[in-house]
């Protein structure tokens, strides 16, 4: 492995900061698809942590597909994420970032339920106008943040409850930077994944346009999960 970093420094999350130091050396291949992880042990005494902060890094790991984890076994690396992902992001934030993910999931999943159901003409027209305007900024090659947020908050507002709305709001910031990550890293692979980007954004739009509840919480909780799965695995969607 390469020379021990810094300790972590004290104002981030200790384990956010651990997950991203483990992340990098993923990325940069130090640690190869296969490999084992140094033991909980070895961990904590290369990176001066407690096994609980070693324990919490890991199982985020886990959790977002880049670890697999057997007792008694260790951990051995999965997924190796794209090359540029930490140049996009602070590793330490990269955590954050997916930990926002799963809020979504089951957040904008119900909501775009609800807009199945109750959705008016008006409401479809400001999803179409903003799926419209997303295609218009990935044609020109752009990782369009913004027409992307724009989107999912045509969907929770259509859903007939502000609370969805003011809670993305809420989350904002965050959200736009997970966007702008994984669409920096969808506008860099190929057209097939930006076809499959808008694709997805397509289906959820059909969903609620047809009055289909269940089909639109699928449709959203599939796009969601496959974002996550494009920023942790560099071999989806090239």
Known sequence: MSD????????????????????QDIVAGTLAEGARLPSEQALCRRFGVSRPTVREALMRLHADGLIASRQGSGSTVLHRPPDRLTRLAEGSDIAGLLRCLEVRIGLEGQAASLAARRR??????????ALRALAARMEDGAAPAVADFAFHRAVAAASGNALFGEMLERLGETIRAAMGVALSIT??????????????????????????????????????????QRVTDGQRDL
């Open 4 to 23: 021990p970093p810094s300790p972590p420094r004290r104002k981030e999350r200790l384990a956010d900061q651990l997950y991203g130091q483990i992340l």
């Open 120 to 129: 008016d003409a008006a409401d479809l027209e400001r999803i179409n106008a």
């Open 187 to 228: 506008r860099e692979g190929s057209r097939e994944r930006g076809r499959r980007v808008l694709d997805e954004h397509a289906a959820i739009a059909e969903a609620i346009a047809r009055g289909d509840p269940e089909a639109a919480d699928l449709a959203m909780r599939y796009h969601l999960h496959r974002s996550r």
